[in-house]
């Protein structure tokens, strides 16, 4: 079992740059895949990217890709999400989750952060 805690949000302007951060506490945090979501008012949940279990592999949502980047730190029990050139569209309620891969493509996420608000603009 783990729990999650994501912190570092807050408000910045378009252009800027964000970390995220995702504190683990549990059993066995290597074993997990770690994800990144977000939920913006009135919308879906909506996937980012994730991090295999060892640090060796990341992918990312398409339209995403070269915005963010997914790392952490296993000893530390942390994993990160760097944003850069925020827009106001990527105002939003961001989440980690730690889950098993199922198959090469599909995770099944079981643990959730609180999730930590991002606001963008000027």
């Known amino acids: 079992q783990v729990q999650l805690v994501e912190s570092g949000g807050g408000l910045v302007q378009p252009g800027g740059s964000l970390r995220l951060s995702c504190a683990a506490s549990?059993?066995?945090?290597?074993?997990?895949?770690m994800g990144w979501f977000r939920q913006a008012p009135g919308q879906e949940r909506e996937f980012l990217g994730r991090?295999?279990?060892?640090?060796?592999?990341?992918f990312y949502q398409e339209s995403e890709q070269g915005r963010f980047t997914i790392s952490r730190d296993n000893a530390a029990n942390m994993v990160y999400l760097q944003m850069y050139s925020l827009k106001p569209e990527d105002t939003a309620v961001y989440f980690c989750?730690?889950?098993?891969?199922?198959?090469?493509?599909?995770?099944?996420?079981?643990?959730w952060g609180q999730g930590t608000q991002v606001t963008v603009t000027s």
């Open positions: 549990g059993r066995s945090f290597s074993n997990y895949v």
């Open positions: 989750a730690a889950g098993i891969p199922l198959s090469i493509i599909q995770v099944r996420y079981d643990y």
């Open positions: 991090i295999s279990g060892n640090g060796d592999r990341t």
